[in-house]
């Protein structure tokens, strides 16, 4: 696709149920990256993609939350038994390889809210 | 861990005043970029610096990258209201991993 798409764009849940994540990189774009932003704060790093594998997942802050790419494209991000400090914006980036050369780009995000 | 500080945190202006956000990392960077997220949206890569004192321009933005690469600057000369958001820079330590580590961010408000 032309740009990085995120859906869905906003997710209300119930504290305690599950959740589902979906980034679909920009076409041919082999490393992929999932950060989250909580409200006026920086970008938290989650896991980084390679292809399929993830040789870094050292952002990601629970066992609740996993993550899995398909196809090298689309990514799915699962956080388990929701808890209201997990209500962010869960931004997903993009790159051409592992982005030594060239900058990320960003989907629109996921703004999810835990109530 | 790995932290990039930025400074400051926020800055108001008048348009036409000049702006510059600084960055600075405790240990050596690979290179580092710099991203603009307006309000409400999200960020977009506007540049990235690799080698030591290096220095580009956009048209009024200025980058600069420290000659020790532990330090970083946006400048940005005679702000207009579209300058308005906040700019994040985001460092890369090298190694097996390719994430970015992103900055605190400078939040710029420009009065008209």
């Known amino acids: 696709g032309a740009g990085v798409s995120q859906s869905p764009s906003n997710k209300v849940t119930e504290k305690g149920k599950d959740v589902e994540l979906r980034c679909d990189p920009i076409s041919g774009h082999t490393a992929l990256y999932w950060y989250r932003q909580s409200l006026g704060q920086g970008l938290e790093f989650l896991i980084y993609f390679q292809g399929n594998s993830a040789p870094d997942k050292s952002g990601l802050p629970s066992d609740r939350f996993s993550a899995e790419r398909t196809g090298g494209s689309v990514s799915t991000l699962t956080i388990q038994r929701t808890q209201q400090e997990d209500s962010a914006v869960y931004l997903c980036?993009?790159?051409?390889?592992?982005?030594?050369?060239?900058?990320?780009?960003f989907g629109s995000g996921t703004r999810l809210t835990v109530v | 861990g790995q932290q990039v500080m930025q400074i400051p945190q926020y800055q108001h202006v008048q348009e036409g005043e000049d702006f510059t956000t600084y960055c600075n990392s405790s240990?050596?960077?690979?290179?580092i970029q710099w991203y603009k997220q307006r309000p409400g949206g999200h960020p977009v890569f506007l540049i990235q610096l690799v080698k030591s004192g290096e220095v580009k321009k956009q048209k009024r933005l200025t980058f600069q990258f420290g000659e020790a690469k532990k330090n970083s600057s946006l400048h940005i000369t005679a702000t207009q209201t579209t300058d308005v958001g906040t700019y994040f820079c985001?460092?890369?330590?090298?190694?097996?991993?390719?994430?970015?580590?992103f900055g605190t961010g400078t939040l710029l408000a420009v009065q008209p």
């Open positions: 985001a460092a890369r330590y090298g190694g097996a991993t390719n994430k970015l580590i």
């Open positions: 980036a993009s790159s051409s390889r592992g982005g030594g050369t060239y900058g990320y780009t």
């Open positions: 240990t050596t960077l690979s290179n």
